[in-house]
């Protein structure tokens, strides 16, 4: 199966799992899965959360920001990927004061 973002609708979000601002997002889900292609703005961050039967692995495309994995602080940016494993919290954030957006793709997958 072929997923063409370039084509797909994009959503915004607001106050994704509670986080501030909103997620800008083109959405592919199966009922099990899913594969997101997100955007978040300066200031904009997705709520903490628990991936309690499943996992999310996300990779940015562009621009910088910090997760938060189970309490700590990391630095993600362009090239990188973060694995939040079932069982486990994350949040991903951009900072108030960033120079562009961040840019990601993501998948969650059941386990």
Same mark, same amino acid.
């Given at each position: 199966m072929?997923?063409?973002?370039?084509?797909?609708?994009?959503?915004?979000l607001e106050h994704f799992k509670g986080g501030?601002?909103?997620?800008?997002?083109?959405?592919?889900?199966?009922g099990t899965n899913r594969i997101l292609?997100?955007?978040? @703005?300066p200031?904009?961050?997705? +709520?903490?959360?628990?991936?309690? =039967? #499943?996992c999310? @692995?996300?990779?940015?495309?562009? +621009?910088?920001?910090?997760?938060? =994995? #189970?309490?700590e602080p990391k630095k993600i940016s362009a090239g990188m990927c973060q694995y939040? =494993?079932?069982g486990h919290t994350h949040?991903?954030?951009n900072a108030q004061d960033a120079k562009e957006d961040l840019v990601f793709y993501a998948v969650?997958?059941?386990q």
């Open positions: 072929i997923l063409d973002f370039n084509t797909m609708k994009e959503e915004d501030e601002k909103y997620l800008r997002a083109q959405m592919f889900f199966d292609h997100g955007t978040l @703005i200031g904009a961050t997705i +709520g903490l959360h628990k991936h309690e =039967e #499943d999310e @692995i996300i990779f940015v495309l562009s +621009g910088e920001g910090c997760v938060i =994995e #189970d309490g939040c =494993e079932k949040t991903l954030q969650v997958a059941k």
